[in-house]
């Protein structure tokens, strides 16, 4: 089994990434040169979801290639969410507390629910201004 | 291997009752240019004992001049319990052999060694690969293929994959630096509650154990380095980890338990 990867623009400044397979010492590559490539489209402060619904094994060398696009998102003002890891996965995050969890969602409910939330806080944001 | 230079036979205990090991032996030490000492070959299982002893057992006499012998010798050792320590079989030959003889002098000199394998018995698989990152992960494939075959819950396999799997990139990243051709064998053991593996490379002396924890501050982008992950993840899920460095070898005996109640 070796790595899968495709994305989709659900909006322009919203790209979700799903990637399936195993992420590891010998895939990790794949993703960071697909994300060196996809990233700069994404606008300032725009959002990767990235959904690891496909996502069997992560080792510490993808969770360093997460932490690279989480770094390369953040430095322009976005955001990057992390959708529905499987139990291996979650096992490795909660390990190394990879990433906040506030930032993990177990579903695309509970992700929409928290965009909308960004989106009116943005919106009720700009009416105070 | 074992050779005799005119010994009594060793005594394997631990499976079964004692058991003589009457093989060939050759002249006694120092007598002749050209002695044959042939070898016998001989696997010790887990908890199994090798006993070796001088004929100062055998030939302890007690007052009326009757030598304690072998059959007295093996009578002794089948009363210690299976399993037991080498310490155990010692000190219950050299307690009947020391009531038997009681206020007679000591005729000769006496020594025992007892040789108790504490690993387990070596019917696993091994693999030998060269330190080289396709070829770790073509033998986590086998591995992973060889624990299934042995009935090894998919949760298991995959811990032992990740374990195997940063450990062994680790050697293969940092084991090398002169960049010489390495050697890495894995042996492992499915057992029915535990797959025992061991680890051993030729590479610089590493303990996994050694490194200190990473200082995990709940978001890896928030750290310039992201080192120590890999050695981290596999020291908090590997049940067991122990380091002994040999000669030229690093030395790794990692135990998986079976989740509970998934023992087979």
């Known amino acids: 089994m070796t790595l899968s990867l495709h994305h989709e623009f659900s909006s322009p400044d919203h790209v979700v990434v799903h990637v399936g397979g195993r992420l590891d010492a010998m895939t990790y590559n794949e993703l960071d040169e697909a994300m060196l490539a996809l990233l700069p489209q994404v606008p300032e402060g725009g959002t990767v979801v990235v959904d690891l619904t496909g996502l069997e094994y992560v080792s510490s060398a993808g969770l360093r290639s997460f932490a690279r696009i989480r770094k390369s998102m953040r430095a322009r003002g976005g955001h990057t969410l992390l959708l529905n890891p499987q139990p291996q996965v979650r096992k490795v995050f909660d390990i190394v507390k990879a990433v906040p969890v506030s930032e993990v969602f177990t579903s695309t409910q509970e992700l929409d629910a928290y965009l909308d939330r960004m989106q009116r806080q943005i919106t009720e944001g700009d009416s105070d201004a | 291997m074992l050779a005799s230079a005119g010994h009594e036979p060793p005594i394997l205990c631990g499976r079964g009752g004692p058991q003589l090991l009457d093989f060939p032996t050759g002249a006694v030490l120092g007598l002749y240019e050209d002695s044959d000492y042939p070898e016998h070959r001989l696997r010790l299982g887990r908890g199994e004992t090798l006993l070796m002893y001088t004929d100062g057992i055998t030939e302890a006499s007690d007052h009326e001049q009757r030598m304690y012998g072998i059959e007295r010798t093996v009578e002794s050792l089948a009363g210690v319990p299976p399993a037991a320590s080498s310490d155990g079989y010692i000190e219950r030959l050299l307690g009947d052999v020391d009531?038997?003889?009681?206020?007679?002098?000591?005729?000769?000199?006496?020594?025992?060694?007892?040789?108790?394998?504490?690993?387990?018995?070596?019917?696993?698989?091994?693999?030998?690969?060269?330190?080289?990152?396709?070829?770790?992960?073509?033998?986590?494939?086998?591995?992973?293929?060889?624990?299934?075959?042995?009935?090894?819950?998919?949760?298991?396999?995959?811990?032992?994959?990740?374990?195997?799997?940063?450990?062994?990139?680790?050697?293969?990243?940092?084991?090398?630096?002169?960049?010489?051709?390495?050697?890495?064998?894995?042996?492992?053991?499915?057992?029915?509650?535990?797959?025992?593996?061991?680890?051993?490379?030729?590479?610089?002396?590493?303990?996994?154990?050694?490194?200190?924890?990473?200082?995990?501050?709940?978001?890896?982008?928030?750290?310039?380095?992201?080192?120590?992950?890999?050695?981290?993840?596999?020291?908090?899920?590997?049940?067991?980890?122990?380091?002994?460095?040999?000669?030229?070898?690093?030395?790794?005996?990692?135990?998986?338990?079976?989740?509970?109640?998934?023992?087979?």
């Open chain 2, 99 to 264: 009531r038997f003889v009681a206020e007679a002098a000591q005729a000769d000199d006496i020594t025992v060694l007892a040789l108790t394998w504490h690993g387990t018995t070596v019917s696993g698989s091994e693999l030998r690969i060269a330190s080289q990152l396709a070829d770790v992960f073509g033998a986590l494939d086998r591995c992973d293929n060889l624990l299934q075959e042995a009935g090894v819950p998919a949760a298991l396999r995959s811990d032992m994959r990740l374990v195997l799997e940063e450990l062994m990139v680790n050697t293969v990243e940092y084991g090398y630096p002169d960049g010489r051709a390495g050697q890495i064998r894995i042996l492992l053991q499915p057992q029915p509650d535990v797959v025992v593996v061991e680890l051993i490379d030729d590479g610089l002396a590493f303990d996994p154990l050694h490194p200190p924890e990473p200082d995990l501050t709940g978001d890896l982008a928030d750290r310039e380095q992201v080192g120590g992950l890999g050695i981290h993840l596999a020291r908090t899920i590997a049940s067991e980890m122990r380091y002994t460095r040999n000669a030229h070898d690093n030395h790794l005996l990692l135990r998986f338990a079976y989740p509970d109640g998934s023992a087979s």
